[in-house]
C-alpha cells in the first residue's frame, strides 16, 4: 500500500467534502459519501480488492479526522464555509452538534471509513472502471455548463451559481450531450486501450 496515495486519497476527501455542498447545493447532504467513494476508488484503482478496501477505510479515517478538524477550527475560507452535512444520517444529528460540535468529526471518519471502503473495492474492479469513467465524464461535463451559464451571465445580479447548475440539470438538450460525450469518451477509451 503506497502512503502517497492514501495522503492524497486523505486530501480528496477532506477537500471535496466542502468543496461539492459548497458548489452544488442540490447534493450538499450526500457530499461527504460522495467525496468518500472517490477517494476510495482513486486508492483501490490497479490494485488488489484488500488493498484497495484496507486503502480506501485508512484514507477515509484519516481524511475524515483532518477535515473535522479543520471545520471546528475554522468556520470559513477564502469566504468559503467550512462545513460539511452529515444530516443523511437523520436531521436529530444536527440537534445534537449543537451542543457537541466534536461529533461531525466521528460521523465524517465513519462515513470516510465505510465509503471510502466501499470505493477502494470499486475501483479494484476492473470492469466497473469504465462505469466509474462514464460518471465522472458526464459529471464534469455537467460542471462545464454550469460553469458555461455562470460566465454567460456574469454580471446579473439576480443570478445566482445555484441557479446554474439548476438550469444545467433541468435542460434535456445538456443531459442528452453529457450523456452521449461521456458514451463516446468510454467508448474510445476502450477500443484505444487508454489506462
Known amino acids: 500500500m503506497k502512503l502517497k496515495k492514501i495522503a492524497y486519497a486523505s486530501i480528496i476527501y477532506a477537500i471535496w ?4 455542498g459548497y458548489l452544488v447545493p442540490l447534493i450538499e447532504t450526500w457530499a ?3 467525496a468518500a467513494l472517490v477517494a476510495g476508488v482513486y486508492i483501490g484503482y490497479g490494485s488488489k480488492a484488500f488493498e484497495g478496501v484496507s486503502g480506501g477505510v485508512i484514507a477515509g479515517l484519516i481524511g475524515g479526522v483532518v477535515s473535522g478538524a479543520i471545520i471546528l477550527r475554522m ?6 464555509p467550512l462545513r460539511v ?19 461531525s468529526n466521528v460521523v465524517l471518519a465513519a462515513t470516510g471509513i465505510v465509503f471510502g471502503g466501499i470505493g477502494g473495492l470499486i475501483g479494484s474492479r476492473q470492469k466497473l472502471g469504465k462505469v466509474f469513467l462514464f460518471l465522472t465524464l458526464f459529471v464534469l461535463f455537467i460542471f462545464y455548463g454550469a460553469i458555461d451559464n455562470m460566465v454567460w451571465n456574469w454580471g446579473r ?23 452521449v460525450f461521456a458514451i463516446f469518451v468510454t467508448i474510445m477509451a476502450d477500443i484505444l486501450k487508454i489506462e
Open 157 to 179: 445580479t439576480d443570478w445566482t451559481w445555484n441557479m446554474s447548475i439548476s438550469h444545467v440539470l433541468t435542460n434535456r438538450i445538456d443531459l442528452f450531450v453529457a450523456v
Open 85 to 103: 452535512s452529515t444530516s443523511y444520517l437523520t436531521p436529530a444529528l444536527g440537534l445534537i452538534e449543537t451542543t457537541a460540535p466534536w461529533l
Open 75 to 80: 468556520p470559513s475560507f477564502a469566504g468559503i
Open 17 to 20: 467534502s466542502v468543496l461539492i
Open 32 to 34: 461527504a459519501i460522495l
